[in-house]
C-alpha cells in the first residue's frame, strides 16, 4: 500500500515562539493520526529546534526549498546538506510560487532533486497548471512537461524516494479547490506517465499528493479518490486543528 501523507507548507508564516507553539501543539494532538505521515515544513530558521522537538514523535520535518547548488557564494541560499544537517528528511521542491517569483525553471528543479536525493532528503515535487491553462484544456500537458523536465535522468532507484504534489495554481490559496473528480482525473494522469518511464510497480507505490485550498471540509472526498495519497497543505496546516482533522481524513 502507498503512503499516505498530509504536509503543512507554512511558507513564511509564524514567528519563531508561534512556531514552536503550532509544532507542540501538533505533537499533543498528533496520537489521533493512525492513517498518515504527517510531516510540516516551517522556514528554514525553526527547522533545527523542530527536529529536536519532533524528535521520537509521530511528525517529520521537510525544507520549504534548497539551493540548486552544493556549496559556495550564493547569498541568501540554503544547501540540501545543510537542511539535512538540521534534522530535515523531506524538502519541498518546485512549488509554484518558487517558479513564478523566483523564475525556478524545470532544469534548475531537477538540480535541487538531485542535490536533495544525494544528501537522502526526499523530495516532495510540484507541478500544476494555472488557471488560463486549465481554461485552454492545457494542463495535461502542462503537468506532462513539468514532470518530464523535473525527472530528467531521475534512475528508477532514485523515483522511489520521490513523492508528486500536483497543485493547481488557481487553487492554491485562493479557496477555490479542484474537485475530487478534477484531482482523480490529474492524479491517475501523472501516475500513469510515472507508469511509462518507471513501470507499474513504482507508478503503484508512488504517492501522488493534492494541494491547493485543501481544508477539514474538502479532505474526505478528495482523499477518497484512489489516486490522491494525501495533500501539501498550505494555510489549513498554520492551525492544528485543522491540520490533525485533515490528517485524519483518509
Ligand atoms: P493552500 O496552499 O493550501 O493555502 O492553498 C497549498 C500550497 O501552496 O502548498
Same mark, same amino acid.
Request: proline share 4%; aromatic share 6%; hydrophobic share 35%.
Given at each position: 500500500?502507498?503512503?499516505?501523507?498530509?504536509? &503543512?507548507?507554512?511558507?513564511?508564516?509564524?514567528? +519563531?515562539? /508561534?512556531?514552536?507553539?503550532? =509544532? $507542540?501543539?501538533? *505533537?499533543?494532538? @498528533?496520537?489521533?493520526?493512525?492513517?498518515?505521515?504527517?510531516?510540516?515544513?516551517?522556514?528554514?530558521?525553526?527547522?533545527?529546534?523542530?527536529?529536536?522537538?519532533?524528535?521520537?514523535?509521530?511528525?517529520?520535518?521537510?525544507?520549504?526549498?534548497?539551493?540548486?547548488?552544493?556549496?559556495?557564494?550564493?547569498?541568501?541560499?540554503?544547501?540540501?546538506?545543510?537542511?539535512?544537517?538540521?534534522?530535515?528528511?523531506?524538502?519541498?521542491? &518546485?512549488?509554484?510560487?518558487?517558479?513564478?517569483? +523566483?523564475? /525556478?525553471?524545470?532544469?534548475? =528543479? $531537477?538540480?535541487? *532533486?538531485?542535490? @536533495?536525493?544525494?544528501?537522502?532528503?526526499?523530495?516532495?515535487?510540484?507541478?500544476?497548471?494555472?488557471?488560463?491553462?486549465?481554461?485552454?484544456?492545457?494542463?495535461?500537458?502542462?503537468?506532462?512537461?513539468?514532470?518530464?523536465?523535473?525527472?530528467?535522468?531521475?534512475?528508477?532507484?532514485?523515483?522511489?524516494?520521490?513523492?508528486?504534489?500536483?497543485?493547481?495554481?488557481?487553487?492554491?490559496?485562493?479557496?477555490?479547490?479542484?474537485?475530487?473528480?478534477?484531482?482523480?482525473?490529474?492524479?491517475?494522469?501523472?501516475?500513469?506517465?510515472?507508469? $511509462?518511464?518507471?513501470?507499474?510497480?513504482?507508478?503503484?507505490?508512488?504517492?501522488?499528493?493534492?494541494?491547493?485550498?485543501?481544508?477539514?471540509?474538502?479532505?474526505?472526498?478528495?482523499?477518497?479518490?484512489?489516486?490522491?495519497?494525501?495533500?501539501?497543505?498550505?494555510?489549513?496546516?498554520?492551525?492544528?486543528?485543522?491540520?490533525?482533522?485533515?490528517?485524519?481524513?483518509?
Amino acid at each position: 500500500m502507498r503512503t499516505q501523507i498530509v504536509a &503543512g507548507n507554512w511558507k513564511m508564516n509564524n514567528t +519563531y515562539s /508561534e512556531g514552536i507553539d503550532l =509544532i $507542540n501543539q501538533l *505533537i499533543e494532538k @498528533s496520537d489521533s493520526i493512525k492513517d498518515a505521515q504527517l510531516i510540516i515544513a516551517p522556514p528554514y530558521i525553526l527547522t533545527s529546534e523542530a527536529a529536536k522537538i519532533i524528535k521520537n514523535k509521530n511528525i517529520d520535518l521537510a525544507g520549504q526549498n534548497c539551493s540548486n547548488h552544493p556549496d559556495g557564494a550564493y547569498t541568501g541560499e540554503i544547501s540540501a546538506s545543510m537542511l539535512k544537517y538540521a534534522g530535515a528528511n523531506y524538502v519541498i521542491l &518546485g512549488h509554484s510560487e518558487r517558479r513564478a517569483y +523566483y523564475h /525556478e525553471t524545470d532544469q534548475i =528543479i $531537477n538540480e535541487k *532533486i538531485k542535490l @536533495s536525493l544525494e544528501n537522502e532528503l526526499m523530495p516532495i515535487i510540484c507541478c500544476g497548471e494555472v488557471l488560463n491553462e486549465r481554461e485552454e484544456n492545457k494542463q495535461f500537458e502542462i503537468v506532462a512537461k513539468q514532470i518530464n523536465g523535473m525527472l530528467k535522468e531521475i534512475s528508477p532507484e532514485d523515483i522511489k524516494n520521490i513523492i508528486i504534489a500536483y497543485e493547481p495554481v488557481w487553487a492554491i490559496g485562493t479557496g477555490k479547490t479542484a474537485t475530487p473528480d478534477q484531482a482523480q482525473e490529474i492524479h491517475l494522469f501523472i501516475r500513469e506517465k510515472i507508469k $511509462n518511464i518507471y513501470g507499474t510497480e513504482i507508478a503503484n507505490n508512488i504517492s501522488i499528493l493534492y494541494g491547493g485550498s485543501c481544508k477539514p471540509s474538502n479532505a474526505k472526498e478528495l482523499f477518497a479518490n484512489p489516486d490522491v495519497d494525501g495533500g501539501l497543505i498550505g494555510g489549513a496546516s498554520l492551525k492544528a486543528d485543522d491540520f490533525i482533522e485533515i490528517a485524519n481524513s483518509f
